[in-house]
C-alpha cells in the first residue's frame, strides 16, 4: 500500500505495525506543535501580576491558528487510518463511533490497537500480514517510542499547565472597566 492510500483512503486494511507507526508519527507531531506553542507563549511577555485584560490580550497576541491547521490536516489521516485498522478485525469503520460513548470506549481502544486482525482475507481486503515478514522487533521498537514520545508530551503539557497557571492574574480580584 503507497503512502497516499495509506493516509487518505478509507479502504483497505492495516496491522498493528501501520497503525502504531502513524500513532508514533502522530505524537511527534503533536509534541512538535506544543512545544512550538509554549515558546510563542513565554515570549509572549506574560508576567505574574497582569492585570486580567493584560494577561488575555497577551495570549490572543499568540495567533494560535497554525495549530488547528496542524489539527485539521492530521484529522483525515488519523480517521482513515483508525477506519483500516477496523477493517483488519473484520469491523466496519463506524465501530470508532463507540469511542464516544464512556465506558464502551475501552472496547474499540482495545480491539483496534492491541488486538490482531482476522486471519486471512476478509470483506475489506487481503490479509496485510499476509506473505510480509514478522519482525516484532520492529513493532516493539514503534510502540516503544510512541509510549517515550507520549510521556514527553505529558510533560511538556504539565509545564505548558504550571506555566500558565503561575502567570495567570488573580481572578478573585474585582475587574476594572476598561
Same mark, same amino acid.
Given at each position: ?93 463506524? /465501530?470508532?463511533?463507540? +469511542? @464516544? #460513548?464512556?465506558?464502551? %470506549?475501552?472496547?474499540?481502544?482495545? $480491539? ?5 486482525? *482476522? ?23 514503534? /510502540?516503544?517510542?510512541? +509510549? @517515550? #514520545?507520549?510521556?514527553? %508530551?505529558?510533560?511538556?503539557?504539565? $509545564? ?5 497557571? *503561575? ?12
Amino acid at each position: 500500500m503507497d503512502i497516499g492510500s495509506l493516509l487518505f483512503s478509507f479502504r483497505g486494511r492495516v496491522n498493528r505495525r501501520a497503525y502504531w507507526g502513524f500513532a508514533l508519527f502522530a505524537s511527534v507531531v503533536g509534541l512538535g506543535t506544543l512545544y512550538l506553542t509554549l515558546q510563542r507563549v513565554m515570549a509572549a511577555g506574560i508576567t505574574p501580576g497582569m492585570s486580567q485584560e493584560e494577561f488575555m490580550r497577551a495570549v490572543a497576541g499568540v495567533n494560535q491558528g497554525w495549530v488547528t491547521i496542524v489539527q485539521l490536516a492530521m484529522l483525515w489521516p488519523t480517521l482513515a487510518i483508525s477506519v483500516k485498522r477496523c477493517h483488519d478485525r473484520g469491523r466496519s469503520g463506524w /465501530f470508532l463511533l463507540l +469511542l @464516544i #460513548v464512556p465506558l464502551v %470506549q475501552l472496547w474499540p481502544l482495545i $480491539e483496534i490497537s492491541l488486538l490482531r486482525g *482476522t486471519d486471512g482475507d476478509n470483506r475489506f481486503g487481503p490479509d496485510p500480514l499476509a506473505g510480509a515478514p514478522q519482525d516484532s522487533w520492529k513493532s516493539w521498537l514503534i /510502540f516503544v517510542g510512541f +509510549l @517515550i #514520545v507520549s510521556g514527553a %508530551q505529558f510533560s511538556l503539557g504539565r $509545564e505548558f499547565m504550571t506555566y500558565m497557571m *503561575t502567570h495567570m492574574p488573580d481572578l478573585s480580584q474585582p475587574r476594572t472597566p476598561i
